[in-house]
């Protein structure tokens, strides 16, 4: 967690996944102040979260979660997960396990080469759906609206800032008003929201209504959205095609 202030209790405003560099400014209370490599974002994380910079990473996890072993046993108890996008660097293959520390081992087959992309960034949206929705959440474990683009557009190899605002500013390019005519992939903005097509009809989003990463028509969600939260839609955004 990247919290706004030096506090266990203080807002979420974002989240670090593992892998992540980090620039490190501080340490004020036991939480160092850092700025995000990926989107800029800075704020306060708990110390023991850092760690001396790995070796370039080498592989990405491809699973939604995937837990850590001191040894590669799957019946050993756990030490933790890592989110779909960490990035980590595999030192050796031990059987079906990678050795990414001393005394860690993730399953191999929940991750890929860091150089591989996932180019159908809907897909991946679609496999997060039901995941619940936390503000400031950009893990598989919970996900705000911005948060799910983010992730997802990541896993595809495509750069993406952390907020609706900078995203809308960022992404595509902005098509004619209207419902009408919109295709998987296209980004829908509204102030202080977001949410991606799956087809001509139907958006995913990560969305406090249903508190979940939920898949409604457009329409009833444009109609709900515009009497009972964000207003209107602001634009609608197309990123160029990404080669299979």
């Known amino acids: ?16 996944i593992m892998g992540e560099p980090v620039t490190f400014y501080d340490v004020v209370d036991g939480f160092a102040f850092v700025q995000l490599g990926l989107d800029g974002y800075v704020g306060y994380v708990p110390e023991g979260a850092l760690g001396p910079a790995d070796p370039a990473p080498t592989h990405r996890v491809t699973a939604l979660r995937s837990f850590l072993y001191p ?10 997960y890592l989110s779909l996008g960490a990035s980590v660097t595999a030192h050796e293959c031990e059987g079906d396990f990678l050795r990414i520390g001393p005394g860690a081992y ?13 180019p159908d960034f809907c897909g991946t949206a679609e496999r997060l759906a039901g995941t ?8 598989s474990l919970g996900l705000d609206c911005s948060g799910l683009v983010q992730l997802s557009l990541l896993m595809a190899g495509i750069a993406c800032p952390r907020d609706t605002d900078m ?22 903005f509204w102030k202080g929201h977001v949410g991606l097509m799956l087809d001509a009809d139907r958006l995913i989003h ?23 939260s964000f207003g209107a839609v602001t634009s609608i955004r197309r990123l160029p095609r990404i080669a299979a």
């Open 1 to 16: 967690p990247l919290r706004r202030t030096p506090r266990s209790e203080a807002g979420l405003d974002t989240e670090a």
């Open 71 to 80: 040894e590669p046993n799957m019946k050993r108890p756990n030490g933790g």
């Open 106 to 118: 993730l399953f191999a087959a929940h991750a890929e080469d860091v150089g591989h992309r996932r």
């Open 132 to 139: 619940p929705y936390l503000w400031g959440g950009r893990t």
């Open 167 to 188: 995203q809308e500013a960022a992404l595509g390019e902005a098509l004619p008003p209207g419902l009408d005519g919109l295709l998987r992939g296209d980004l829908v």
């Open 206 to 228: 990560a969305n406090g209504h249903h508190m979940t990463v939920a898949v409604e028509p457009l329409r009833e969600a444009v109609a709900r959205i515009a009497e009972k």
